[in-house]
């Protein structure tokens, strides 16, 4: 390759690298928040139980 | 994003630039939806201060992280064109590389204001006025190849028209359709990650 083509292909390299990590946070991230729903579910389903037993044996 | 890439390399004509001119197909749109960024992170924060409007404070800083992530592109795309075009990475003297900088740096210390404040109102009014002064430096930093005696930096665009064959004019533009298209998506993907982490924290607080 010419030295012209290794600044050129340099270039769009570090574009895509940049656009790469970006994704990779942005999926860290939706990962991230996706542990955090399933944390709520769980918080919410133990408060909700004692509710129902209270019911039940109300 | 495809398409731009096929024309680039295998449909645009290779100029008396040689191949180094295939970065300007990048370069150019990069550093325009950086300025299309920073103008919508503008106009998001002109919102926020006018109208009061709800969101508007996280649209502008969402745009405007964008714009730096695709500000500092630009940066390291035209350093890499100049150093084999002028032999060296950089051109103190050349205006609007220089407005260039202070544009992206101006931007850069956003953060720094945004984050040195605790959430609220406050530091949303702040940041919003900090993001329109920021506007102002847009139109000096397009205008600065006009005002600049040197023109060592290209004039792809002059008030006749394009500097360039139809055939690379259409590439630029199928190039900077698709920067724009892909800004746009970071931005309502970032947008939407941000507004659900506000949500969750909301919803969090309200179960505990």
């Known amino acids: 390759m010419s030295t012209e083509g290794k600044y050129v292909a340099a270039a769009y390299l570090v574009v895509f690298v940049v656009l790469l990590a970006y994704v990779l946070i942005i999926a860290l991230k939706l990962q991230r928040l996706g542990q955090e729903v399933a944390e709520l579910v769980e918080l919410a389903q133990k408060r909700r139980d004692p509710e129902q037993k209270a019911v039940a044996v109300g | 994003m495809a398409a731009s890439i096929a024309l680039i390399f295998f449909y645009a004509p290779v100029d008396e630039d040689g191949l180094n001119q295939k970065i300007f197909y990048f370069h150019v749109p990069i550093a325009f939806t950086a300025y299309a960024c920073f103008g919508w992170g503008g106009w998001k924060a002109l919102r ?28 390291v795309t035209g350093s890499i064109w100049a150093r084999f075009r002028w032999g060296h990475w950089w051109e103190w003297k050349e205006d609007q590389l220089v407005l260039f900088l202070v544009l992206f740096l101006f931007y850069c210390a956003y ?16 940041s919003a006025v900090y993001a329109l002064f920021g506007v102002a430096l847009i139109p000096v930093s397009v205008l ?21 064959a139809a055939s690379q004019f259409f590439t630029f533009c199928v190039s900077l359709v698709a920067m724009l298209t892909l800004a746009a998506t970071m931005y309502s993907v970032e947008l939407a990650g941000k507004r659900l982490d506000v949500k969750l924290r909301e919803l969090r607080e309200a179960l505990q």
């Open chain 2, 144 to 164: 600065a190849i006009r005002l600049s005696q040197r023109f060592i930096h290209p004039v792809a665009f002059n008030e006749h028209g394009t500097n360039m």
């Open chain 2, 48 to 75: 926020h201060l006018w109208k009061g409007e709800e969101g508007a404070d996280l649209e502008s800083y969402v745009a405007i992280h964008l714009g730096v992530i695709f500000g500092a592109l630009t940066l």
């Open chain 2, 111 to 126: 953060f720094m204001l945004r984050y040195s404040l605790p959430p609220g109102p406050q530091r949303a009014n702040l």
